[in-house]
């Protein structure tokens, strides 16, 4: 059942977050890589501009995905399953429905330029490369320059598909 996360859905947003982000372990530069993956108070911070919605499974929340409109683009962000529950079309259904959510001209996406995993989920989506990712993280994200070297933007205009 996909619903809007709400603040006592935190320590489990926590969890999923950090769980599913060990897949970045030896995949993303070392210097990028650390555990928590997410601390609690930098998610605290994310989910005061954040809204997350969820996807529960027998009561139990099991995949995350935010939504974050900003100036003229809307933003997908912090999108994470439990391992257990990967690959059952769970993060489809929550990209899915904030594609839905979305009142912008164009949504984006960003994640490590390592994570083919994730490329590929966003392109098979239809979600394409876009030029100039350091200077849309840039205005669009609030991240260390690390990341943004080591990190692509993809995006799409909404009514594609």
Known sequence: ML???RP??????YQI???????????IPDDCYHQPYMPADELEREMARVIFY???????LVGVMGIEPIK??????H???????QHRGIATRLLEHL?????TPQLLVGTWADATWALDFYQRRGFRFLPDSA????????????????SVVLGMDIGES
């Open 3 to 5: 619903r809007e996360c």
């Open 8 to 13: 006592e859905d935190t320590a489990k947003i």
């Open 17 to 27: 977050i950090n769980e599913a982000a060990t897949a970045y372990e030896g995949a």
């Open 54 to 60: 969820g996807w529960e499974e027998d009561g139990e």
């Open 72 to 77: 003229n683009t809307t933003l997908i962000r």
């Open 79 to 85: 999108a994470y399953v439990l391992p257990q529950w």
């Open 99 to 103: 594609k839905g959510l979305t009142k």
């Open 135 to 150: 200077r849309l993280l840039e205005t669009y994200w609030d991240i260390p320059r690390r990341q943004i070297e080591t």
